[in-house]
């Protein structure tokens, strides 16, 4: 039955899996010499199953990278298979034109080999910068002779390749003279199907929530094997079609001011130097376990601020036994925005993918610092880990285990975003019970049920009421965090353990300025009542802070490069935090600046009670000293970022 089916497949679908297959090959022997030109020298101690898995996930990008040009010779062959083979030249046409664009293929990827070696990234658009002067760049290029090997290694894979391209396409001519005619029905039906399979190749993933990229890759806490997995035809077209319009970086003149002005907001003292680093010596302590609660949308809003409804009893109640601060700002409006800031200590860059795009090495957050304290690091995720490159992103942030909607039963997803919160909390309660081994653990855990598609599961107790789909959703989100507090301090480590809890973001409400206040004040709690007493406390600290805070708790001496303080000791005289195209920051006194990058408004307000005077104008002098100081800070962790983790600078 198969082989029968297999031959009647039309002879251009066969031709083009074998140039597919083919196509593979040579990628593979192009990646192999990338490894072996490339190679760190610490690749040696790199498990020899994570550089197999590298090489791996290579054909994912390869195969991508073949499905963007097989799609104009599948329709020209398709064409001429309907017409019965009558235009004969269409096949000439098609043929070499996928040869052109393959032979441009393997030139990029093998430019890419000097490239890395000089930049540390794969090619990209900025090895266009000097496109005005190509005659100085040729000369450059072509004056080391070991530029030469590099070329005549081009030749001869491309050489090799359409001597071996020609012969299957002969091969194919011949059939087509001898090819049965096929009933409309199936061949039309081919073509849909093969079509799919090239849209599905190109997108490189099945998930409804993230196509294919680069922070795929990441299979290793090894930079370099992770750079193996990526074709640099993907980054270099991608960065050079998707990012056209986007201003490349370029660091502030003065942006020695800017980093001296940021080490004296942190509290550096010496001489300057251009970092951020400092060291922390603290008196050892105990090495609590720390389990970091990032909720979902939980906005001070919910919380009956900003003339909200109150949506949280249960986590009202953990207030009133824990560290509450009430004055504490996400990074940014999103997921990834929160994840990165707190994991990391940096501010988040307007509406940048911080997980997809800071992955070129290590920042030094949650995860490194306490790997060196001997920590167990384990990170959750309701949903797909591969969104927004959750996954990817902790390994490479020294995160050893990732939890993910994989470790879940697939029939208990209530929707695109997996399992719901109380499943997730159960799964972290029997994974910390099941740990044998008697080190410390840090485990960070997304939620994600107080998101559209508002759903509740219908197999609990809990049924909340309140006639509006999103509030059931918070209510049940709460509800959730109560009975996880509840059966944790049944365990045997919940007198050992630090909880905090933070929103990864707030609630966008129409009445609270032109950049919504509420869509970054959230909570911040901190919970362990045999450590800390109730207490409120209302000077401004944002994300960034909790790295710097939990090195704080334990006592640890080590340094300090985040943008974060310990705020149980320290305090900020003010937070930056972005929107999108804003940015904004509040202050100690109870001030709000802020301006929209589109149009360069600027507004400055009393925002405890929404005031909705705009004092721009009328205290000049405060509203523009907020901006300086809001754009030093903002401007150092840029220029940190792109220099030092940003993967296409």
């Not at 049965?180 to 849209?199: D, H």
């Not at 036994?321 to 990074?331: A, H, M, T, Y």
């Not at 300090?560 to 900020?572: A, M, P, R, V």
Request: glycine share 6%; charged share 20%; proline share 4%.
């Amino acid at each position: 039955m198969l082989d029968k089916v297999i031959e009647k497949i039309p002879a251009h679908i066969k031709f083009l899996i074998k140039l597919y297959l083919l196509n593979l090959v040579f990628f593979f022997v192009i990646r192999f010499i990338f490894y072996c030109v490339n190679r760190s020298t610490d690749v040696g101690e790199v498990p020899f199953f994570e550089k197999l898995m590298a090489f791996r996930m290579g054909l994912e990008f390869d195969t991508a990278v073949f499905c963007w040009i097989a799609f104009l010779p599948t329709l020209v062959f398709s064409i001429s298979h309907f017409l019965k083979h009558k235009i004969k030249s269409i096949y000439v046409f098609g043929f070499y034109s996928f040869l052109i664009l393959e032979l441009i293929y393997f030139f990029v990827c093998i430019v890419n080999l000097p490239y890395f070696a000089q930049f540390g990234n794969h090619l990209n658009r900025n090895a266009l910068l000097w496109n005005e002067d190509p005659g100085f760049i040729v000369g450059m290029i072509f004056g080391s002779f070991s530029y030469w090997g590099y070329l005549l290694l081009y030749l001869v894979i491309a050489f090799v390749f359409s001597k071996i391209a020609k012969v299957l396409y002969n091969k194919f001519r011949s059939k087509i003279a001898i090819e049965k005619e096929s009933k409309l029905i199936f061949s039309v039906l081919i073509f849909i199907v093969f079509s799919a399979v090239l849209v599905l190749g190109a997108r490189g993933r099945t998930s409804d929530r993230t196509g294919l990229h680069e922070g795929l890759s990441i299979v290793s806490q090894n930079n370099f094997v992770n750079q193996v997995a990526i074709n640099p035809n993907f980054t270099f077209w991608k960065t050079l079609v998707y990012n056209e319009s986007k201003k490349p970086y370029v660091v502030p003149k003065n942006i020695d001011e800017q980093i001296a002005y940021t080490r004296n907001y942190l509290g550096i003292k010496g001489p300057f130097e251009q970092n951020i680093n400092r060291v922390i010596t603290d008196s050892a302590g105990k090495k609590y376990n720390f389990v970091i609660i990032v909720m979902e949308s939980m906005s001070l809003y919910k919380m009956g601020y900003y003339n909200g409804k109150k949506l949280t009893p249960n986590f009202d109640k953990l207030i009133g036994e824990s560290v509450f601060f009430n004055n504490f700002f996400s990074s940014g409006i999103h997921t990834f925005n929160g994840l990165f800031s707190t994991s990391s200590g940096f501010p988040s860059i307007l509406a940048e993918k911080a997980m997809k795009c800071y992955v070129k090495k290590a920042f030094r957050g949650v995860g490194p610092l306490l790997s060196e304290e001997g920590y167990e690091t384990y990170a959750y995720s309701t949903h797909d880990p591969h969104f927004d490159n959750m996954e990817g992103f902790y390994k490479i942030n020294k995160f050893e285990h990732f939890v993910s909607q994989y470790d879940f039963d697939f029939s208990q997803a209530e929707s695109s975003l997996g399992v719901p919160d109380h499943l997730l909390f159960d799964k972290l309660l029997e994974v910390t019970n099941a740990r044998k081994n008697e080190k410390p653990f840090v485990a960070v855990l997304m939620t994600a049920s107080d998101h559209g598609p508002w759903k509740i599961p219908q197999d609990i107790p809990f049924k909340p009421n309140s006639g509006r789909e999103q509030d059931n959703c918070t209510l049940y989100a709460d509800w959730s965090i109560g009975r996880f507090m509840e059966m944790a301090k049944k365990t045997s480590w919940y007198k050992n353990t630090v909880f905090m809890f933070l929103g990864d973001h707030g609630l966008s409400m129409g009445h609270t300025y032109e950049m919504p206040i509420s869509y970054n004040h959230v909570p911040f709690v901190i919970h362990q009542p045999a450590l800390f007493k109730a207490d409120t406390i209302s000077y401004p600290a944002y994300q960034p802070d909790v790295p710097a805070t939990i090195m704080g708790i334990i006592g640890a001496t080590y340094t300090n490069s985040t943008f974060g303080i310990n705020i149980l000791k320290e305090k900020h005289p003010f937070v930056v935090f972005s929107a999108d195209d804003k940015i904004g920051c509040v202050d100690s006194m109870g001030f709000y600046y802020y301006k929209t990058l589109a149009n360069n408004q600027r507004f400055l307000r009393k925002y405890k009670d929404l005031d909705p005077v705009n004092y721009i104008d009328s205290m000049k002098q405060k509203s523009d000293s907020m901006e300086k100081n809001m754009m030093m800070i903002y401007e150092s962790a840029n220029y940190f970022i792109r220099k030092d983790h940003f993967l296409f600078e």
